[in-house]
């Protein structure tokens, strides 16, 4: 009796020893790439929601106003001017057009009769949360930074509407922060504007 409890126990032991082992070597192979994955995955999703009219590239001038901020409470003023200053930089970058003009108010313009044929962009912050950093490291990159921008061109001589769409962004690398976020959202409205696609641009992430 006591030599066949001493087997039990010895295979019991082997048993477990062996599915340990699977475990541990499957934890081992799995959980670095779930983490590389949580820690550096982005995601943007664009939707368009009127798509361009006609050629872009007739305009000589993209005049930019400053975009609403709908999350008073929620984004800085520092950050609300990072994110105005982004649109005008990412814009000019592409030279699309002769000039980026930035704007408060409608009386900075030229009057319609004068001006060049102008294309102007206005919107406003939809969304807006910076997240944490340290949260995204103890989350696995759950603790996203958000930022959802809804914007539309308009010819400022006949005052149609060009096009319209939005951008929304997630930031949940654990080494981003909500200003990269920023710059995603704004290269994103940069880039459909240079590419005057009917389509839009596709989601990614």
Known sequence: MKRNRLFLVALVAAVL???GCNVKRHALSFTPTRIAREF????TNFHTITPIRGDLRRYKV???KKFENLMLDEMPV???NLLNDELVKEISQKKLVQEVFPFQYEEELEPKESAPPTLVLTGYVDNFNPGSRGLRV???GL??????LRFQLQDWQTQETVASASVTVY???SSKTVKTAIHRATRSVADFIRKGDAQGLKSDG
Do not use: D, P
């Not at 550096?40 to 995601?43: C, R």
């Not at 603790?143 to 959802?148: D, L």
């Open 17 to 19: 020893g062996s599915t």
């Open 40 to 43: 550096t995955s982005e995601q």
């Open 62 to 64: 993209i005049a930019v």
């Open 78 to 80: 520092g950050v609300y």
């Open 138 to 140: 103890l989350e696995l």
């Open 143 to 148: 603790n996203h930074a958000v930022v959802t």
């Open 171 to 173: 930031e949940r690398a």
